[in-house]
């Protein structure tokens, strides 16, 4: 085999594999559901190709994510100069809750397959980023590892998160704007508490 057509197949390779990851990338912002046909779809390859680049669906979606997450400084910018923890962790939690319903199909396929598989390192831990750094102003005033701050932050991480959202989107048929008033309101009623 010659050198030129072992270059060609590894180009075409790249191309395929580029193609695959940017219609991930592309349906992920869209909100709808993500899935390797859809995937495969927009990709203009056929499923068992997309199979054959990426064994699941869970990588695909990290490789096509990675990078299009905000830093915990940038999503809270807009309570940067607040040393209020309850006005802190309410932009936090508002921040990820409208993410969520932006990326809904990509999250929900995440959650679906770390569930089935137990592997929630697959996850993009946005929340946890978000919530350590609304509670930041804490740690001038308290040592870290006290038990009740570590006791708020898992409070947190239940209700500051997709799972909630989807709770009371899907089970509750909230309207998703009055489930994140309510998640949202509960954050905020959890670090009231701490604080009293």
């Given at each position: 085999?010659?050198?030129?057509?072992?270059?060609?197949?590894?180009?075409?390779?790249?191309?395929?594999?580029?193609?695959?990851?940017?219609?991930?990338?592309?349906?992920?912002?869209?909100?709808?559901?993500?899935?390797?046909?859809?995937?495969?779809?927009?990709?203009?390859?056929?499923?068992?190709?997309?199979?054959?680049?990426?064994?699941?669906?869970?990588?695909?979606?990290?490789?096509?994510?990675?990078?299009?997450l905000p830093t915990p400084a940038e999503a809270l910018e807009s309570v940067a100069d607040s040393t209020d923890?309850?006005?802190?962790?309410?932009?936090?939690?508002?921040?990820?809750l409208r993410h969520v319903l932006t990326r809904q199909g990509v999250v929900r396929a995440m959650i679906a397959?770390?569930?089935?598989?137990?592997?929630?390192?697959?996850?993009?831990?946005?929340?946890?980023?978000?919530?350590?750094?609304?509670?930041?102003?804490?740690?001038?005033?308290?040592?870290?590892?006290?038990?009740?701050?570590?006791?708020?932050?898992?409070?947190?991480v239940v209700v500051v998160s997709a799972e909630a959202l989807f709770n009371l989107t899907d089970l509750s048929?909230?309207?998703?704007?009055?489930?994140?008033?309510?998640?949202?309101?509960?954050?905020?009623?959890?670090?009231?508490?701490?604080?009293?």
């Amino acid at each position: 085999m010659s050198e030129q057509t072992t270059s060609g197949r590894a180009n075409q390779k790249l191309r395929t594999h580029t193609a695959i990851v940017q219609a991930a990338a592309e349906l992920s912002r869209t909100g709808r559901d993500v899935t390797m046909p859809e995937i495969a779809k927009a990709a203009l390859v056929s499923e068992a190709t997309a199979y054959r680049y990426f064994p699941d669906l869970v990588s695909l979606l990290q490789e096509a994510i990675a990078g299009q997450l905000p830093t915990p400084a940038e999503a809270l910018e807009s309570v940067a100069d607040s040393t209020d923890p309850v006005e802190r962790i309410g932009a936090a939690t508002e921040f990820l809750l409208r993410h969520v319903l932006t990326r809904q199909g990509v999250v929900r396929a995440m959650i679906a397959s770390t569930v089935t598989k137990a592997d929630a390192a697959a996850r993009p831990g946005l929340r946890f980023g978000l919530i350590d750094h609304a509670l930041a102003p804490l740690a001038d005033t308290l040592d870290p590892a006290d038990p009740a701050l570590e006791q708020l932050r898992r409070g947190l991480v239940v209700v500051v998160s997709a799972e909630a959202l989807f709770n009371l989107t899907d089970l509750s048929q909230l309207d998703p704007e009055d489930a994140i008033a309510s998640v949202v309101a509960t954050a905020k009623t959890l670090v009231q508490a701490f604080l009293r």
